[in-house]
């Protein structure tokens, strides 16, 4: 099996939305290899559904393989749209474990056949990582856009522990969930063997955009769900709490470049959540910055990632606050995507998780509504002006 890295410490808020990477000079892609699924998920970042398009085996395998390769690549997950809605996917996976990559799938679970189970168990060093975001249909299966595909979601983990492709669950807090479904969750991802259970917050991306406001879970609530689940952290689950809220911790880094991104079409990004903030209405920045350029047109695609170097490009944390702050040589400024898609620049400060901003709104005077509701009166927004990218060049390619 392949090397990986955690990107998670005691000494760090988690900020970054990816849990692990890879050894340093090496890289981790996902894939999409298909824009389909079968659900229409309130969260999703690519706005995925029953259309779209797909990736041809062949060109996965004459050409994205060995200029992954080039890439430095060592680790691919297989995404989408829901990856099992591709024909291929078995073959692509066992292509994939041939020329030696570490594989995951991220699924939801709801249309995996037993034969692909069997055939998948069959080629070995597979992992399946599987979202679910409550505990009943009430609450996943309606998130997902169908309420009947939590009953098939949870069969299949457990069919999934039993081959033993079962890695991790992906969970999305939201306000259709009552508090102890997540309590729940973690204690069925015990007894079905799961390594961890990895949550973190509906975000301002993609269809999350206008899903944030009515079914985004508070600050309070998230700490609640936090200290609900927390305890089950320990030597048979690792409970990961991405962009959870954070008052004492510095941020953890950016892994733009390391982990990358390819889309159905070729596009190859730095980072996926780059992209994804960057389409959002809010954003400053335009996605194409952070487009590398293709891998099925592009035979120099490795020298054109080489070559971005996101950290020259982009200042994170070059803003006063963060230049001013105690925690500064510690701190790894957090997650510039984050930034993105809260309206701001690259170089802001990542105010969802910053340990300071998290202290000043807690700070904040609660003032009653006309109506007799309180509210909590917004921070002023950090300016844009001292958080512009160092200098400015025109994407690769």
Do not use: W
Not at 109 to 129: C, F, P, R
Not at 178 to 196: I, Q, T
Not at 356 to 375: C, D, I
């Amino acid at each position: 099996m392949t090397a990986r890295r955690s990107l998670i410490t005691d000494q760090l808020a988690a900020s970054c939305y990816f849990r692990t990477s890879v050894p340093t000079g090496q890289r981790k892609a996902l894939v999409q290899i298909t824009e389909r699924c079968n659900l229409h998920c309130a969260h999703c970042f690519v706005s995925a559904g029953d259309y779209g398009d797909t990736m041809r085996t062949a060109d996965i395998t004459k050409l994205l393989i060995p200029r992954l390769r080039g890439c430095r690549v060592t680790r691919v997950t297989l995404t989408g749209g829901e990856p099992f809605a591709h024909p291929d996917i078995v073959e692509i996976a066992a292509v994939l474990r041939g020329h030696g990559f570490g594989v995951g799938i991220c699924s939801n679970a709801s249309i995996i056949t037993d034969a692909q189970l069997a055939a998948l168990h069959e080629i070995g060093e597979i992992h399946v990582n599987v979202s679910l975001d409550g505990f009943r249909a009430e609450s996943h299966g309606r998130f997902r856009g169908n309420r009947a595909s939590f009953h098939t979601t949870v069969e299949t983990v457990r069919k999934l522990a039993r081959a033993r492709l079962l890695q991790g669950l992906l969970c999305t807090p939201n306000n259709l969930a009552e508090d102890a479904e997540y309590a729940e969750l973690c204690a069925f991802a015990v007894d079905n063997g799961a390594e961890y259970v990895l949550m973190n917050p509906l975000s301002s991306m993609g269809r999350g955009v206008k899903a944030l406001g009515g079914l985004g879970a508070a600050e309070e609530r998230m700490q609640r769900i936090y200290d609900l689940t927390a305890p089950f952290d320990g030597d048979h689950l690792n409970v990961t709490h991405i962009r959870f809220p954070n008052t004492t911790k510095p941020l953890a880094p950016c892994e733009a470049g390391t982990i990358v991104y390819v889309f159905t079409a070729g596009e190859l990004t730095i980072c996926p959540y780059l992209v994804f903030a960057a389409k959002t209405p809010q954003s400053c920045h335009d996605p194409a910055e952070f487009i590398v350029g293709n891998v099925f047109t592009d035979p120099d695609i490795a020298e054109r990632l080489d070559a971005y170097r996101f950290h020259e490009r982009y200042r994170v944390g070059a803003n006063l606050t963060c230049r001013s702050c105690s925690l500064d040589a510690a701190c790894g400024k957090g997650c510039p995507a984050a930034v993105i898609s809260a309206g701001e620049r690259i170089g802001a400060v990542d105010a969802e998780v910053c340990p300071v901003t998290t202290a000043e709104r807690r700070r904040l005077p609660v003032l009653l509504t006309s109506s007799g509701s309180s509210t909590v009166m917004p921070r002023p927004r950090t300016s844009r002006s001292s958080s512009k990218p160092t200098r400015r060049r025109s994407p690769p390619g």
